[in-house]
């Protein structure tokens, strides 16, 4: 059996060498390193693939996140609401900008952000929501959308995990994450879906309006060189970046794709295990897990529900299987982001899901004999506490 990956980044890149290897000379044969041919043409083909009108890149997906809120006009003290079960560079952003983070549960099942935990949230201060597609698929964005009209605020997608997957609406229309709130973010780090091989990142939006602020902040506030009309920062995908993810995105379906079979393989192994509970799909259409196109299985996060998880973890590691607890510990207990205004009693589920969550290898590489594997030593060890 071939070593275990939590990601293969060298089988993927096995398989595209050619691509990537071309893309990244013609980047040095030209010596265009920043704002090159590669980024510019990266910027449409990903316009084009999303149905989006504008993509901006930049330096990485934390960046892309901060300059949405700039572009916005967010000022201190103006509260964004956002999950309290996500990385922390969602906060941090926030927190950076002197704006107000304010932190509420999320749903058992998908992971995702409680729209009714955002609901009760929003205060005459709120002025924006920032949903986190976990894991691979989308937040109840149709609902989210509605509550996000009603009372006036930004909604901007955190779209750093789940690139390529499909939002269904109840009417039977599909869109691409990342292009269903205002403006979004995503990241570029390699482990990603659609990773490029150092650090990089984009935003999306269909606002003309803004997008020609984002432009202009992605690059030291300038428009024309020395001739800075707003507030910017330093924040360019550089061209080799833009190079290799020229490469892969060609590939992004069939990669979703792999992801998506090999979690059917893994939720048909665990199927019926009293307390074992895979990832749920929340989504408006009725496909199966091989057909549907709505979670595109950036992890593969399990909940264990016998309070076995760490030792799992410690099991596992010692038979060469790697994994990850996404996440450890709640935003709100991080020292960072400690606030009285928190009450224990409106995160109960983040609070139960830092127990119990365990991911397990997902990748593009992943082949029967691994899954197998890793699931029967899953399976057993659970069973047997």
């Given at each position: 059996?071939?070593?275990?990956?939590?990601?293969?980044?060298?089988?993927?890149?096995?398989?595209?060498?050619?691509?990537?290897?071309?893309?990244?000379?013609?980047?040095?044969t030209?010596?265009?390193?920043?704002?090159?041919?590669?980024?510019?043409?990266f910027?449409?083909?990903?316009?084009?693939?999303?149905?989006?009108?504008h993509?901006?890149?930049?330096?990485?997906?934390?960046?892309?996140?901060?300059i949405c809120?700039?572009?916005?006009?967010?000022?201190?003290?103006?509260?964004?609401?956002?999950?309290?079960?996500?990385?922390?560079?969602?906060?941090?952003?926030?927190?950076?900008?002197?704006?107000?983070?304010?932190?509420?549960?999320?749903?058992?099942?998908?992971?995702?952000?409680?729209?009714?935990?955002?609901?009760?949230?929003?205060?005459?201060?709120?002025?924006?929501?920032?949903?986190?597609?976990?894991?691979?698929?989308?937040?109840?964005?149709?609902?989210?959308?509605?509550?996000?009209?009603?009372?006036?605020?930004?909604?901007?997608?955190?779209?750093?995990?789940?690139?390529?997957?499909?939002?269904?609406f109840?009417?039977?229309?599909?869109?691409?994450?990342?292009?269903?709130?205002?403006?979004a973010?995503?990241?570029?780090?390699?482990?990603?879906?659609?990773?490029?091989?150092?650090?990089?990142?984009?935003?999306?939006?269909?606002?003309?309006?803004?997008?020609?602020?984002?432009?202009?902040?992605?690059?030291?506030?300038?428009?024309?060189?020395?001739?800075?009309?707003?507030?910017?920062?330093?924040?360019?995908?550089?061209?080799?970046?833009?190079?290799?993810?020229?490469?892969?995105?060609?590939?992004?379906?069939t990669?979703?794709?792999?992801r998506?079979?090999?979690?059917?393989?893994?939720?048909?192994?665990?199927?019926?295990?009293?307390?074992?509970?895979v990832?749920?799909?929340?989504?408006?259409?009725?496909?199966?897990?091989?057909a549907?196109?709505?979670?595109?299985?950036?992890?593969?996060?399990l909940?264990?529900?016998?309070?076995?998880?760490?030792?799992?973890?410690?099991?596992?590691?010692?038979?060469?299987?790697?994994?990850?607890?996404?996440?450890?510990?709640?935003?709100?207990?991080?020292?960072?982001?400690?606030?009285?205004?928190?009450?224990?009693?409106?995160?109960?589920?983040?609070?139960?899901?830092?127990?119990?969550?365990?991911?397990?290898?997902?990748?593009?590489?992943?082949?029967?004999?691994?899954?197998?594997?890793?699931?029967?030593?899953?399976?057993?060890?659970?069973?047997?506490?």
């Open positions: 059996m071939r070593k275990i990956q939590m990601v293969d980044l060298q089988g993927q890149y096995n398989g595209i060498k050619e691509e990537v290897n071309k893309a990244i000379e013609e980047v040095l030209t010596s265009a390193y920043i704002n090159g041919p590669q980024v510019k043409a910027q449409s083909e990903l316009e084009a693939y999303l149905g989006v009108k993509v901006i890149p930049c330096a990485n997906g934390t960046d892309a996140l901060q809120m700039m572009g916005l006009g967010l000022k201190p003290g103006d509260e964004v609401i956002t999950a309290d079960f996500t990385f922390a560079a969602t906060v941090e952003v926030i927190a950076l900008l002197g704006l107000t983070p304010v932190l509420v549960d999320v749903e058992p099942d998908s992971f995702n952000i409680d729209i009714a935990a955002v609901e009760k949230a929003i205060t005459p201060k709120t002025k924006a929501i920032v949903p986190v597609h976990l894991f691979g698929q989308c937040a109840n964005m149709e609902a989210l959308m509605a509550l996000a009209e009603k009372h006036g605020l930004y909604v901007i997608e955190d779209n750093a995990q789940a690139i390529g997957a499909n939002y269904i109840k009417d039977g229309s599909k869109r691409k994450s990342g292009t269903l709130g205002h403006v973010s995503t990241s570029f780090f390699p482990s990603k879906n659609l990773g490029c091989y150092g650090d990089g990142g984009a935003i999306f939006t269909n606002d003309d309006e803004l997008a020609h602020t984002l432009r202009g902040m992605v690059n030291h506030g300038m428009y024309e060189r020395y001739h800075h009309d707003v507030v910017g920062v330093n924040s360019r995908l550089d061209s080799i970046q833009a190079g290799v993810l020229r490469a892969k995105l060609p590939h992004l379906d990669y979703n794709a792999k998506q079979m090999a979690a059917a393989k893994y939720d048909m192994a665990f199927a019926g295990q009293e307390h074992i509970v990832p749920a799909k929340k989504t408006n259409c009725d496909k199966t897990c091989t549907c196109t709505c979670h595109v299985y950036h992890q593969y996060t909940r264990i529900l016998n309070g076995t998880r760490d030792a799992l973890v410690q099991h596992l590691n010692e038979n060469n299987v790697p994994c990850g607890v996404y996440y450890p510990i709640p935003l709100h207990r991080q020292k960072a982001y400690v606030d009285d205004r928190y009450n224990e009693a409106d995160f109960t589920v983040t609070n139960q899901l830092v127990q119990e969550v365990i991911s397990l290898p997902m990748h593009t590489e992943l082949d029967d004999e691994q899954i197998k594997y890793i699931t029967d030593l899953v399976i057993n060890f659970v069973n047997k506490h």
